[in-house]
């Protein structure tokens, strides 16, 4: 079978979307034009075998967070998913694994409706990437150059939970059984927060998603917008199975580690009463976790005391 | 440096293009709606050092050509390209092999004022993804399933000059040294057809880039429009240096290597003389080769034999 045959036996499914006026099988995809004021979103990630997941990780695992971490983007722009391009570098022909992969990627752009529009196929080390397209009123997406001098600062569901997964199969990490599944499902399937981040449009001032973890991802939107922040740590969210690992990671794990894919938001004084008002009937809870200050920089206070993070932070160059 | 300060430093220019409204820097591009009518056009296409390139690759072409090939895929929609995301795996930052990159891609997108609107960069082998966007108006997009029967087939400028480059660096051919400069440069810095795809619209019945060679990509308009083509390989373009070479490589190097990125497009009888009332004018000659025929398949004729081609084809998961 020759790279077109695998392109059409595993990805071309006939498009759904009303936007997607041509899908796979040409030399380019075509998308609809929006009404006026609507904005395409545009992202790309890759995801490298050996550096962004196991070479043995699970087929169903790759393809459900390559898409994943792309459709967190759009979430964190504010943008309603649309479509994604896929390109798969393959180092052999696995049937059975590419039959996993696709099942893993269909299952989440099922759920979210999403079309398969394009993609390439090469071979080559194990990568995949992922393209995807959103759509967003041009005029409220949530950029993250938008936070002021007393805006409150959130983040969605809970943090570090992918972290101790990750110390977890590296078997550096002690934790009861019963959370096991927990948090090896947050890091392999992370839930992208797209129901909050289109709710949060006209809401939030300023949003990202947890990447990389909360003190470099935070430290984007500090550093667009211009602003500090205080974050109390004693407010962070954090789930059973992480208070149980608190004695080995303390708060490292959910500061510096990422791959939570929650949204970080700011709100503005004036609109914490709307946020409020339909916060409680996420799909995840919110939390308040600290405040922009006109100090720049990030300042995080364990109680009373400064606190500075270890930096487990993930970060592809760093020494 | 980090991953961030390097996109930063290295590809960060702010977006000239009206449509872009938002570039690189935040978790998504945004680019504006278009008028009633136009649809954005999306392709990508990912080169892998070893297979697509050589490791050792200058990194001025690799930049070049990364985002020539995908721009190849707009000029064959006929849409105007607009803007590209940039996905670069690493293994080490080579900030001189870096820069040289940057200079061979931006090289290509300042002369089509392309903007880069994204993009994602990690650690890895070294491969480069680019997805490019174009706009095309959505009723006279070149697609690969409107030849029909009778229609004309033409190719624009001269095949087979990437192949003979490619052998030629290999030490497989035997080329003047008058000619070296030209097919190395063929190989390595392809000129996508923007101008005569856009031109095509509205003339051509159906069109496709040669990326795969001759044989292969006519083969996918034949497939897609569900007709047959005889073609006259006497009619084929041949460079000077093509003639040159003509003895060690016949027909193959311009029917089944690609790399050309020459356009292959057809015409309905009805349209020939609009064709020709402006085929003059273009940048590069366009040449008839051969016609559309009822028959499926695809028929080569030396004269007045039959030709069988050999299949050099690149297909990458060819056994």
Chains 1, 2 share one sequence.
């Not at 004693?234 to 608190?246: E, K, M, T």
């Not at 970080?264 to 946020?275: G, I, K, N, S, W």
């Not at 409020?276 to 990030?298: E, K, Q, V, W």
């Amino acid at each position: 079978m020759d790279e077109f045959g695998l392109i059409a036996r595993y990805f071309t499914r006939s498009p759904r979307g009303s936007l997607v006026l041509l899908g796979v099988g040409d030399d380019a995809a075509l998308v609809a034009p929006l009404q006026a004021g609507s904005a395409y979103a545009l992202t790309t990630d890759t995801l490298v075998a050996g550096v962004h997941f196991l070479s043995d990780a699970p087929g169903f695992d790759v393809g459900y967070k390559a898409l994943a971490v792309n459709v967190s983007d759009l979430a964190a722009m504010g943008a309603r998913p649309v479509g994604f391009l896929l390109n798969l570098s393959l180092p052999t022909l696995d049937e059975a694994w590419l039959a996993r992969f696709r099942d893993g990627l269909f299952a989440l752009a099922d759920t979210l409706a999403l079309d398969l529009i394009g993609g390439d196929t090469v071979r080559g080390p194990l990568a995949v990437t992922v393209t995807a397209l959103g759509e967003v009123p041009a005029e409220s997406a949530l950029r993250r150059d938008g936070a002021r001098v007393g805006d409150r600062i959130y983040v969605t569901g809970f943090l570090g939970e992918a972290a101790l997964g990750f110390f977890l199969r590296a078997g550096r990490l002690e934790l009861p059984e019963a959370f096991h599944e927990q948090v090896l499902g947050r890091l392999d399937r992370p839930i992208p927060r797209i129901i909050e981040g289109q709710a949060l449009r006209g809401v939030a001032s300023a949003a990202i998603d947890i990447s990389d973890g909360l003190v470099a991802d935070l430290g984007h939107i500090l550093k667009a917008s211009g602003v500090g922040a205080s974050v109390d740590l004693h407010r962070l969210p954090f789930s059973d199975a992480y208070d149980a690992a608190f004695a080995q990671v303390g708060f490292e794990a959910a500061l510096s580690f990422g791959d939570d894919y929650e949204l970080c938001f700011t709100v503005a004084p004036d609109r914490v009463e709307a946020l409020n008002g339909f916060m409680s009937r996420f799909p995840c809870a919110c939390h308040y976790i600290g405040d922009i200050t006109a100090d720049t920089g990030l300042t995080l206070f364990d109680g009373a005391a400064p606190y500075t993070p270890q930096g487990l932070g993930f970060n592809h160059f760093h020494e």
